[in-house]
C-alpha cells in the first residue's frame, strides 16, 4: 500500500517536555486514520510537524513520499487542513474567507467550498464575528475540503458542532473516502472514530502504543458475558478459566457477571455442565478497548 503519511522515530520536544518520541506511523492511501488520544497526549504536535508548522527534535516526517521539512509548499498545495485553534478574520464573510483561501491555491471555483457550507447548513453571508463557535466550526471544515484535496487532515473537526450536523460532517468523510482520499482524523471522541475510521492509531504520552483497525481492537475489549442458571453455580471455577477478568455471583450463585478478554468458548464449556436458564452477552467497543491502554497512571504527562 501507498502511505501518504510516514514518520520515523518521530521526536518532538519543548525544551524537556515531550511532545511527541520514536513515533513511527503509516497512514496508506483512500484509508480513514482516526489518530486517537485525550487532549495533551501529542495529537496536534504530530500534526503540527507534517505540516512543518514546527521542526522536529529528531526523526523524520513524510507526506505524499516528500519530506515535510524540505517540501511543505508542495504540500500544502495537495492537503486540506483544519486546525484544532481556529483564527479567523473577524471581519470577513464566510464567503470571503473562502474566497481568500481559494486564491491562495489558485482556486477560483467555490463550488465544493459552498456545497460543504451548504450541507453543514452554514450561512456565508455573514460576517465571521457573527458566528458562534459551530459555526466557525463549519467555515473551518469548508475552507478544508475547498479544493478536494488528496488528503484532508482534520484536527478534532467536530468540535462545537450540534448532532445533526456531526451525521453531515461523517457523510462528507465518506464520500471522500469513496473517491480515494485519505482523510487523517486526530480526535479524542471515541463514537465518532468508531463510526468512520478504517484504522486507529492509539497516543499516549507522546508514545504510539498501538495501531490496529477498529474491528482488531474492539475483539481485544473486555466483553460481558451474564449467565442465569437454574441452580446455585461455584463461581470459582470461573474465575480459573484464562481470558476471564472478573467474577462477579448473584442472586444466590444462581446468576453470574463475568468480564472476558478473548475467545468465549472456555466459558460456554464450564458453563454447560450446568442448566443454562439465560445467557447475555454484551459486546466490548472501541471506548472499552481505547480505555484499557489508559488504564495504567502516564508517565511524562507534559505533552501538546
Known amino acids: 500500500m501507498t502511505a501518504v503519511i510516514r514518520t520515523s522515530n518521530l521526536s518532538k520536544f519543548y525544551g524537556k517536555i515531550r511532545g511527541v518520541e520514536d513515533l513511527n506511523l503509516e497512514v496508506h492511501a483512500g484509508e480513514t486514520f482516526g489518530f486517537l488520544g485525550p487532549n495533551g497526549a501529542g495529537k496536534s504536535t504530530t500534526i503540527r510537524v507534517l505540516l512543518d508548522f514546527i521542526r522536529p527534535t529528531a526523526g523524520s516526517a513524510e507526506v505524499f513520499g516528500l519530506a515535510a521539512t524540505e517540501h511543505s509548499v508542495e504540500i500544502h498545495r495537495r492537503v486540506g487542513y483544519l486546525p484544532g485553534?481556529?483564527?479567523?478574520?473577524?471581519?470577513?464573510?464566510g464567503e470571503e474567507l473562502l474566497r481568500y483561501f481559494g486564491a491562495l491555491r489558485d482556486v477560483t471555483d467555490l463550488a465544493e467550498g459552498?456545497?460543504?457550507a451548504d450541507i453543514l447548513d452554514l450561512d456565508l453571508s455573514r460576517t465571521i464575528r457573527s458566528y458562534s463557535s459551530g459555526n466557525r466550526q463549519k467555515l473551518g471544515l469548508a475552507q478544508a475540503f475547498l479544493h478536494r484535496p488528496e488528503l484532508l487532515i482534520l484536527d478534532e473537526p467536530t468540535n462545537g458542532l450540534d448532532p445533526l450536523i456531526q451525521q453531515a460532517f461523517y457523510g462528507l468523510t465518506a464520500e471522500a473516502a469513496a473517491e480515494g482520499r485519505t482523510v487523517f482524523l486526530s480526535s479524542h471522541i471515541l463514537p465518532e472514530v468508531e463510526r468512520i475510521a478504517d484504522r486507529v492509531g492509539i497516543i499516549r504520552g507522546g508514545h504510539l502504543v498501538t495501531v490496529a483497525s477498529v474491528a482488531e481492537l474492539k475483539a481485544k475489549a473486555l466483553r460481558r458475558l451474564e449467565l442465569r442458571f437454574g441452580e446455585p453455580v461455584d463461581a470459582t471455577t470461573f474465575e480459573r478459566i484464562a481470558g476471564v477478568r472478573s467474577v462477579s455471583p448473584g442472586d444466590?450463585?444462581?446468576?453470574?457477571?463475568?468480564?472476558?478478554?478473548?475467545s468465549v468458548d472456555a466459558v460456554i464449556?464450564?458453563?454447560s455442565r450446568h442448566e443454562v436458564i439465560n445467557l447475555v452477552s454484551h459486546e466490548g467497543d472501541l471506548e472499552e478497548a481505547f480505555l484499557a491502554?489508559?488504564?495504567e497512571s502516564e508517565e511524562g504527562a507534559d505533552v501538546r
Not at 85 to 93: F, G, I, K, Q, S
Not at 252 to 262: F, S, T, Y
Open 85 to 93: 485553534e481556529l483564527a479567523m478574520y473577524e471581519r470577513m464573510t
Open 114 to 116: 459552498r456545497r460543504v
Open 252 to 262: 444466590g450463585g444462581r446468576v453470574i457477571d463475568l468480564q472476558i478478554e478473548g
Open 269 to 271: 464449556k464450564e458453563a
Open 293 to 295: 491502554f489508559y488504564s
